[in-house]
């Protein structure tokens, strides 16, 4: 009964391969994102989809593409792998309030772990 | 344009001992404010937020942050310290700028707690 549930926990490849990561969240949600922690701990948000309608595009490579199926999964392709992709991500839920379209508390997954070799 | 810094990178208390992480932010609007917590290997967890209403705001855990607006603050404390704290603790602003609820985050400061 996870509320946000991402996978896989860890991911080990090699340089210039594609994987994906999936996420999803069974609170009802109508918005969620994806954030990159580095190695130095900083959080930084990638994207953002609302009822499957991407409202936040960070100023990330075009080799990251987002994908929401509906809006209780959200998932990550990587393309072309590079060595500065090696990060945790972590995928988020949360419901925006109807009046000021802000979030107030976001859920989050445990994380990907990637290690790009 | 909205911005947190965390004023230490790392704490370091003894159990029982009183807990202080400070936080600054930078808001052009009235902002919500965060502390979030991360336990290893862990996802992120909400301790706490500050929504323009009371200053002093109580968390889980023990865990209390004031809001205050003349200093631009929004400390994060706790009486007593337990070895469970040990984690790191993000301190977070809500960009009320724009729709979406974008966050923005500290750069993080680790808690150690010392038997």
């Known amino acids: 009964d996870t509320a946000v549930s991402q996978t896989p926990k860890y991911l080990v490849t090699q340089m210039g391969n594609d994987k994906s990561i999936k996420c999803e969240q069974n609170l009802g949600h109508d918005t969620m994102y994806w954030y990159k922690q580095d190695s130095k701990k900083f959080l930084k948000i990638m994207f953002s989809?609302?009822?499957?309608?991407?409202?936040i595009n960070e100023t990330v490579p075009n080799r990251f593409s987002p994908k929401s199926p509906d809006k209780a999964h959200l998932n990550l392709h990587i393309n072309s792998l590079e060595l500065g992709d090696s990060a945790v991500y972590f995928c988020?839920?949360?419901?925006?309030?109807?009046?000021?379209?802000?979030?107030?508390?976001?859920?989050f997954g445990s994380g990907t772990q990637l290690s790009v070799l | 344009a909205q911005s947190v810094t965390q004023l230490d990178s790392h704490v370091s208390v003894s159990e029982g001992t009183p807990v202080l992480l400070r936080c600054n932010y930078s808001?052009?609007?009235?902002?919500?404010l965060f502390w979030y917590v991360q336990h290893p290997n862990k996802g992120l967890q909400l301790l706490l937020k500050y929504t323009s209403a009371a200053t002093l705001v109580k968390g889980i855990n023990g865990f209390e942050a004031e809001f205050k607006k003349s200093e631009t603050s929004f400390h994060l404390t706790k009486p007593s310290a337990h070895m469970s704290d040990a984690a790191e603790y993000f301190c977070?602003?809500?960009?009320?700028?724009?729709?979406?609820?974008?966050?923005?985050f500290g750069q993080g400061t680790e808690l150690s707690v010392k038997p």
């Open positions: 988020a839920s949360s419901q925006l309030t109807a009046t000021t379209g802000m979030s107030e508390k976001l859920f």
């Open positions: 989809y609302n009822n499957k309608e991407l409202i």
């Open positions: 808001s052009s609007y009235s902002p919500s």
């Open positions: 977070v602003v809500s960009d009320q700028g724009n729709q979406g609820g974008k966050l923005i």
